[in-house]
């Protein structure tokens, strides 16, 4: 399996931004699709953007236009830069490689958007 370490999260202001990042391990990152989820208080986690192999990107309507995934295969590493966060952003962010069976959840990185 695919294993993940996120990081980048922390507590910004409504209206600022953060980068996260997705730390791989294994081959099968640079083949597979991968994605980013988000889990809010209280809440499922939910699948918000993935990104092909070849950098075909997709995004959930709740943040397309202010998030941009990206991934280095080289490095073996994902990346999503989140602009204009709203306090709905609030959440626990993960990655994994599509399909998640693949992969190994990681301990997620905790994203708070507060004045």
């Known amino acids: 399996q695919v294993q993940f370490v996120e990081s980048g999260g922390g507590l910004v202001q409504p209206g600022g931004s953060l980068r996260l990042s997705c730390a791989a391990s294994?081959?099968?990152?640079?083949?597979?699709?991968t994605g980013w989820y988000r889990q809010a208080p209280g809440k499922q986690r939910t699948l918000i953007s993935t990104i092909t192999s070849g950098g075909g990107t997709n995004y959930d309507d709740s943040i397309k236009g202010r998030f941009t995934i990206s991934r280095d295969n080289a490095k073996n590493t994902m990346y999503l830069q989140m602009n204009s966060l709203e306090p709905e952003d609030t959440a626990v962010y993960y990655c994994?490689?599509?399909?998640?069976?693949?992969?190994?959840w990681g301990q997620g990185t905790q994203v708070t958007v507060s004045s």
């Open positions: 294994g081959s099968m990152f640079k083949i597979y699709p």
């Open positions: 994994n490689i599509l399909p998640t069976s693949l992969g190994k």
